[in-house]
DNA sequence: CGGGATTTTGATTCCAATCAAGTCCGGTGG
DNA sequence: CCACCGGACTTGATTGGAATCAAAATCCCG
């Protein structure tokens, strides 16, 4: 599996944001690639860029002393990562497949951030909507069984990558099961249930196709 | 269970926010005083103010369908809560015990963000602190065992109320299960049992003793 | 001292993890 | 073109940990 497909066209929640500093000064950032699987910052690192997806996944996560690893979202075109506050990555950053980032340097941020009123309430909103996310994320791992956060994922997946029933996904069951908080065989299995029950259909692994969205959603709880 | 001593001498994370709302014009804000267990305000409501919490503890939650209720987060003296983009609250706050709120509204922020950039840049840092929470309490409720959880609590909770040995507790059990995603029967049990493991010591039931904190640590994973 | 709520403890059940084979691809080389 | 290979995914059998169901103990307050 070297060459998945991903294409995201992605009207990112975050792209407003990300307008301001890739349509203003494109010179100010500097284009990256990165191939599957391959590290764009570690966890414990230093903090001296954020990021702008152009194309692609990104996943930001975190391991565990154990060997686990927890995955805190993925960052799909436009979306914002790796601006969080204090010197030091508290996560590592990941290409879920091949892709193309732009870096923009943090410090110059503050002090754009104090002379551009527009461009920090941009950034406000950003981190308001980070925010919100996290606490979305949280409420997909409470207490929920898994064909709700299964469920509650697909929504949650479809509404960011695309619309319509046919959903793609980039990210590889491990992926799945690393962002749930469960294991690849609990969302193997879920995903084969649904499907029996005409929730859902499998043509290809990464490709999901919606048969009863009400339903999906009134399973997600 | 009336009259729970809720006392948190907290040296609040988002102080340093909360400071320019608090000193400079008192009168901005008005404050309000809450009964244990009065709702602050509901999911759903229109979300006019924002607040800081003078003294007391505030829980925000989520409710769902079928009765099961998600704890996002535990305020206390100096937090701010209630501050989110969309006109609509995404979650109740509620008072876990008797305690007093300054609430601003969220309109005027707007426009004074603009002219105080000094304020727009503690308004960001407040929100990639909660953004940050939020993260880690979605990491809390990954996949992580009954022990691993409630230590991750115990730690998180005794560096947000005060910094010696001795925690207490402001909110329930129940509380604490509806924030880790557990059940009341499993955090009791498991309390019960870093307790037999002398890790801790119950004086009362909102009284707890860490007796080895290293240890309390290590279970943390 | 009594009564109700909260918490603890115990017994059992159930869901998801673990352990263990299989199957299905996509890619490679004969 | 086909056999083979290896990784990702699926499926099956069993185990284990937390939920559930149920009851006792404790605390708080009148």
Redesign the interface.
């Known amino acids: 599996m070297k060459t998945q497909s991903c294409t995201n066209p992605s009207l990112a929640r975050q792209a407003i944001l990300a307008h301001s500093f890739a349509g203003a000064e494109p010179q100010m950032g500097s284009v990256q690639n990165f191939v599957q699987d391959r590290e764009i910052f570690a966890q414990g690192a230093a903090a001296e860029y954020f990021y702008k997806v152009v194309s692609g996944v990104v996943r930001t996560c ?1 391991f ?3 060997g ?1 690893r ?1 995955i ?1 979202a993925f960052h799909v075109a436009g979306d914002i990562f790796g601006l ?3 010197a030091e990555r ?2 590592s950053a990941e290409a879920v497949c091949d892709c193309t980032v732009i870096a923009y340097r943090k410090n110059r941020l503050d002090g754009m ?2 002379h551009d ?1 527009n461009l ?2 941009e ?3 950003f ?6 996310q ?2 979305e ?3 997909l ?4 069984s898994a064909v709700e956060k299964v469920a509650g994922f697909l929504l949650a997946w479809a509404e960011k990558s695309q619309r319509d029933s046919m959903i793609s996904l980039a990210m590889s069951r491990q992926d799945i099961a690393d962002y749930l ?2 294991t690849i065989e609990t969302v193997s299995r879920t995903l084969s249930q649904l499907e029996r029950d005409n929730v859902i259909d499998l043509p290809s692994v990464r490709q999901i196709h919606v048969l009863n969205l009400e339903l999906l959603e009134d399973l997600a ?1």
Chains 1, 2 share one sequence.
């Open positions: 975190k565990l002393v154990d686990r927890q805190d969080e506050p204090g508290p996560l951030a104090v009123k920090s309430w950034l406000l909103s981190a308001m909507s980070g925010m919100e996290a606490r994320h949280s409420f791992l409470g207490r929920r908080g469960l709880a």
